[in-house]
C-alpha cells in the first residue's frame, strides 16, 4: 500500500473517528440535560464536611422514627430493608425541593424498576390532614418525622437531601440540594440491577 492510500485510510479514520466522539458527546449533552448529571465520585465533593450528614456512603441508614399521614407510626427499619429505596428529605415550602421532586418524577419515577420504593420524609409539623399533600409527592411513601430532632442528629442542612439505600438498608449515595438536577448514579441505581 502506498503512503498515499495510507494516509487516505488514516485521514478518513481520523474524521470518521472524531464525527463518532462529537456525535456521543452531543447526544450526551442532550440526555443528560433531560436525565440527570454525573458526578464525579459518589457523593459530592464540593459540599463541606460541615455540611453533610453525619452518615454517608457504606453506612446503614439510622433509625428513623415517623407517622404516616394517617396516624399510624413505625420506622425506618421497619421498611426500608428488602428493597431499593430512594429517600428523599424535604420540606413542602422549599422551593429547590418542589422543583427536585417535579424533575424527580419526570426522569426517574416513569423508570423505576417495580420493587423499589420512594420515600419522601417531611416535617410532621407542616400538616393537619392528607389533603394538604401537593400533586407532585403522587405515589410516594410519606413519612412525617420531627424534622428539628433529625436536623440536630444527623447534621442535616441541605434540602432537599437525597440518600439512596440498597436492599440491606446500606446507604450506597447521597445527593445534596437540587444541584444542576438528579445524579446519574442515583438513576443508575434505582432503575437497573447491575449494580
Known sequence: MSIKNTAKYLLVGVIAFAGAVSGIL??????????????????DENIAEKMKLNFGTGDTFPLVEYTTTH??????????PGK??????ADIGCEPCQ???EQWNQIVEPKLKKDVQQVVFLGSDNFVSDKELPNYLGD??????????????YNLTILPTVVV???AGIVRHIQYGQRQGIDY???KFLTTHDI
Request: hydrophobic share 40%; aromatic share 8%.
Open 26 to 43: 452531543i447526544g450526551y449533552q442532550y440526555v443528560g440535560e433531560k436525565q440527570a448529571v454525573a458526578s464525579n465520585i459518589i457523593g
Open 71 to 80: 396516624g399510624r407510626s413505625g420506622n425506618s427499619r421497619q421498611f426500608l
Open 84 to 89: 431499593k429505596s430512594g429517600v428523599i428529605i
Open 99 to 101: 422543583g427536585f421532586m
Open 140 to 153: 410516594k411513601i410519606i413519612c412525617l418525622i420531627d424534622m428539628d430532632k433529625f436536623r440536630k442528629e
Open 165 to 167: 439505600v440498597d436492599e
Open 185 to 187: 448514579e442515583i438513576l
